[in-house]
C-alpha cells in the first residue's frame, strides 16, 4: 500500500510540475527566429564593417556606423586583431576596434565575411539569456595607393551571442522583444 | 486521474492532491478552449491584414529605394523625404520576427529615423509594412513591419 500511494504521489507531482518545465522549452519556430534574428545581427555587424573600413566611406558616415556597431555589443566586449606579419593577438575594446579599423594604414581596403554560421547552438541559461558563438570568416586586404594589394590575410573568428527577452512600453502597450547582443569576437585562426 | 480516482484510497492527502490536480486539469481545459478561439481570432486577424497590406505598398517602394540607392547623397535625399511620411524621426518602429500562437515576437525596437539609415548602411529592404497608425494629420505615429 506504502509503495502504491508514494507512486500516486510521484506521478501527481509530475502532473503540477510538467506545464511549468514545458514553458522553459522554447517553441522551435519561435527558436529558428531568435537563430537567424541574431545571425542577422553578425551579417548587420559584417556590413558595418565593411563600411567602416572602405577608404570610400565619408568620414562623418563611418562615424554614424561606428555607433550603430558599437549598439550591437554589449559593454565591455573586445575584438581581437591578429597579423601574419605578429605571432600575438591583440585585444581591443569595440569602440577603440572600429576607430582603429576607419584609420587603417592602406590607400584601400576590402573586407568580406563568408561562411557566417552557428558553432555552438544558442543554450539557454539560468537566468533567461540564451547564449551561442556565430563563428564567421574574414577575408581582408589593403592596397598602397599605386593599387597594388600588399597585405591580405583570412581569420576565422567567434563571435559570442546573447539573446535576451525583454518588455519596453510602447504606445502605451508592453511590447515583448529579444534582445540580441554580441559579446567578444575571439580570433581562431589566420592564414594567408 | 480516472484511474487513480478508482482506487478509492483512504488518505486525505491523496484526496487534496486528486482536488489539486482536478482543479489544474480544468483550469487547462478551460485555458486550451480560450487559445482555440484566440488562434480562430487570429487567423481571421490575419486575413484582413493581408488584404490591408496591398496599401501599403507605396511606404514598401520608398523603403526599398533608400536600401538601392546609388550613393550616400542620393539615400540620405531620399530618407528626407520619407522622413516628411513621420509626425516625427522618433517615431517607434517595430520589427516583428515572427508570429506564435496569435502573439508577435519583435527585434529590439527602433525609430523611424534609425531605421531609415539601417536600410541607407545594411543594402537591402527585406521587410514588408505589417501596420501603420497614424497622427490626427495623417503622418505617421507608430510603423509595424515583418520580416519576409
Given at each position: 500500500m506504502k509503495n502504491i500511494t508514494f507512486s500516486i504521489f510521484f506521478l501527481l507531482g509530475i502532473l503540477m510540475v510538467l506545464p511549468a518545465t514545458a514553458?522553459?522549452?522554447?517553441?522551435p519556430k519561435r527558436k529558428q527566429a531568435i537563430d537567424s534574428l541574431a545571425l542577422e545581427k553578425v551579417r548587420d555587424l559584417s556590413k558595418y564593417i565593411t563600411t567602416i573600413g572602405s577608404?570610400?566611406?565619408?568620414w562623418s558616415e563611418a562615424n554614424r556606423v561606428i555607433d550603430r556597431a558599437e549598439e550591437l555589443f554589449m559593454k565591455g566586449s573586445e575584438i581581437g586583431v591578429s597579423s601574419l606579419l605578429r605571432p600575438q593577438i591583440n585585444y581591443y575594446g569595440v569602440r577603440k576596434y572600429f576607430e582603429r579599423l576607419m584609420r587603417l594604414n592602406y590607400s584601400k581596403v576590402e573586407i568580406e565575411w563568408y561562411?557566417?554560421?552557428?558553432v555552438s547552438d544558442l543554450q539557454r541559461q539560468p537566468d533567461g539569456t540564451y547564449v551561442g558563438v556565430i563563428t564567421v570568416f574574414q577575408k581582408f586586404k589593403g592596397y598602397n595607393k599605386e593599387g597594388q594589394l600588399v597585405y591580405q590575410d583570412t581569420t576565422k573568428k567567434d563571435i559570442t551571442v546573447y539573446v535576451k527577452r525583454k518588455e519596453t512600453q510602447i504606445g502605451g502597450r508592453m511590447i515583448g522583444f529579444w534582445d540580441v547582443l554580441l559579446g567578444d569576437m575571439r580570433v581562431k585562426e589566420t592564414q594567408k | 486521474m480516472d484511474t487513480i480516482k478508482s482506487y478509492?484510497?483512504?488518505?486525505q492527502d491523496v484526496k487534496d492532491l486528486i482536488v489539486k490536480v482536478g482543479d489544474k486539469l480544468n483550469t487547462e481545459k478551460a485555458e486550451a478552449v480560450r487559445k482555440a478561439e484566440e488562434e480562430r481570432l487570429r487567423k481571421e486577424e490575419a486575413a484582413k491584414k493581408q488584404a490591408e497590406r496591398a496599401k501599403f505598398n507605396i511606404i514598401n517602394e520608398k523603403f526599398a529605394t533608400i536600401a538601392h540607392a546609388g550613393s550616400y547623397d542620393e539615400a540620405d535625399k531620399e530618407i528626407e523625404q520619407v522622413l516628411q511620411?513621420?509626425?516625427?524621426?522618433d517615431v517607434p518602429v517595430l520589427i516583428i520576427i515572427d508570429q506564435v500562437d496569435g502573439v508577435n515576437d519583435y527585434d529590439r525596437p527602433t525609430t523611424a529615423s534609425r531605421f531609415l539609415n539601417y536600410l541607407k548602411d545594411i543594402k537591402s529592404y527585406h521587410f514588408a509594412v505589417e501596420s501603420v497608425k497614424r497622427n490626427t494629420e495623417g503622418k505617421i505615429s507608430e510603423l509595424e513591419l515583418i520580416k519576409k
Open positions: 514553458q522553459e522549452t522554447l517553441n577608404k570610400d566611406t565619408p561562411k557566417i554560421d552557428y | 478509492n484510497i483512504d488518505d511620411l513621420f509626425a516625427t524621426p
